[in-house]
């Protein structure tokens, strides 16, 4: 709340904040805008609807006519056909920020937080190259492995340059089939695994090989396909141990 007796905002911050954090606090401060006005009562405004009041469908019109800053989803049908699928909602929301850009990859957070992001900022998987989301997801030898792999399994032929191509490519794979079912939950629990093991390296300095990413790949791809209505006689295991029998 604005404090008008001290002029500044009156903003308690849940933990006492780092000496380093204090200009950014400032910063942030500064950047709110504070409009008065002598007369009249408060009252909030929702900027989307002209006459002040928040509707689910001024929102979802918004999100369906993005500007050009912002990802061209090439088609209205692109969220429409991800909340389709049977993955669980966190990697449906990882599938977003992909598609978005905004996963926190090193270089993402080197940009977002650069006082606080760790160094070095090179890939954990390969130690070789800068981690950002084209390398770590398309270009490291880890993930290119992966992506052969499943070329090899499915016998299908992908080639996207980063991974919002790819994700916006998966999108388009409407799920009325069982190849395009088995397809779509390959590549999400293949990009999906790709960030687990990431973060396993990071966080809990725990290394799988790809063969062993490749069977956890397959193991929670058999999962989410045996969700669908188009998969209801089939055992989750039977699915991963079958993956190339429906593609």
């Known amino acids: 709340m604005w404090n008008n007796t001290l002029m500044d905002w009156d903003l308690n911050p849940r933990r006492q904040l780092r000496e380093w954090e204090l200009p950014l606090w400032a910063e942030l401060k500064n950047s709110i805008n504070a409009s008065f006005c002598e007369n009249?009562?408060?009252?909030?405004?929702?900027?989307?609807?002209?006459?002040?009041?928040?509707?689910?469908?001024?929102?979802?019109?918004?999100?369906?006519?993005?500007?050009?800053?912002?990802?061209?989803?090439?088609?209205?049908?692109?969220?429409?056909?991800?909340w389709k699928t049977s993955i669980p909602k966190k990697c449906i929301f990882f599938i977003w920020t992909l598609l978005y850009d905004s996963v926190n990859t090193a270089e993402q957070l080197m940009k977002r937080l650069p006082k606080l992001c760790s160094r070095p900022s090179w890939c954990v998987m390969c130690k070789r190259n800068d981690e950002d989301r084209i390398h770590l997801f398309i270009l490291c030898p880890i993930a290119k492995s992966i992506w052969r792999t499943?070329?090899?399994?499915?016998?299908?032929?992908?080639?996207?340059?980063?991974?919002?191509?790819?994700?916006?490519?998966?999108?388009?794979?409407?799920?009325?089939?069982?190849?395009?079912?088995?397809?779509?939950?390959?590549y999400a629990s293949a990009l999906w695994n790709i960030w687990l093991e990431r973060n396993a390296r990071i966080f809990n300095g725990k290394e799988k090989t790809v063969?062993?990413?490749?069977?956890?790949?397959?193991?929670?791809?058999?999962?989410?396909?045996?969700?669908?209505?188009?998969?209801?006689?089939?055992?989750?295991?039977?699915?991963?141990l079958n993956l190339n029998a429906f593609s």
């Open 40 to 82: 009249g009562k408060d009252s909030p405004m929702w900027a989307l609807n002209s006459n002040g009041l928040y509707t689910v469908a001024s929102v979802k019109k918004a999100l369906q006519q993005p500007e050009q800053s912002l990802l061209d989803l090439q088609s209205q049908n692109t969220f429409k056909n991800l």
């Open 150 to 186: 499943i070329s090899s399994h499915l016998n299908s032929n992908v080639n996207c340059l980063s991974p919002k191509e790819l994700c916006i490519t998966m999108c388009s794979w409407k799920q009325k089939t069982k190849k395009n079912v088995i397809l779509f939950n390959t």
């Open 211 to 240: 063969a062993e990413i490749w069977e956890d790949i397959k193991a929670l791809a058999g999962l989410w396909t045996s969700r669908s209505s188009l998969f209801s006689n089939y055992q989750a295991s039977s699915i991963a």
